[in-house]
């Protein structure tokens, strides 16, 4: 099995500055893309960041520019640099990632999620 565990949501002011990261562990062979979804109450989940073994991303329009995605693939783990914060990026976050378990078997994975508010 595989588990993702994030870390580092909170509450934060307008205009501030947080950095989320995820963790995956278990049987793991290999880390296809890596990628960041957050979900607003009464939303539908989004993609918000993705980062590929090679290194290439891609990030929603809502957060180009303010949010960086990064990746360690010898410690397989991925974060989010979110800046200039706003109140409408309070949602739960949510890792994901594509996961080799062997050299055949690719399956998606997801994270429990981390609370993300920003408020005055």
């Known amino acids: 099995q595989v588990q993702l565990v994030e870390s580092g949501g909170g509450l934060v002011q307008p205009g501030g500055s947080l950095r989320l990261s995820c963790a995956a562990s278990?049987?793991?062979?290999?880390?296809?893309?890596m990628g960041w979804a957050r979900q607003a109450p009464g939303k539908q989940r989004e993609l918000v960041a993705v980062?590929?073994?090679?290194?290439?991303?891609n990030y929603a329009d809502s957060v180009k520019g303010r949010f960086t995605i990064s990746r360690d693939n010898a410690k397989n783990t991925v974060s989010l640099q979110m800046n200039s914060l706003k109140p409408e990026d309070t949602a739960v976050y949510y890792c994901?990632?594509?996961?080799?378990?062997?050299?055949?078997?690719?399956?998606?994975?997801w994270g429990q999620g981390t609370q993300v508010t920003v408020s005055s």
């Open positions: 994901n990632a594509d996961i080799y378990n062997n050299p055949l078997r690719l399956r998606g994975y």
């Open positions: 278990g049987s793991i062979f290999s880390i296809n893309a």
């Open positions: 980062i590929i073994s090679g290194g290439s991303t």
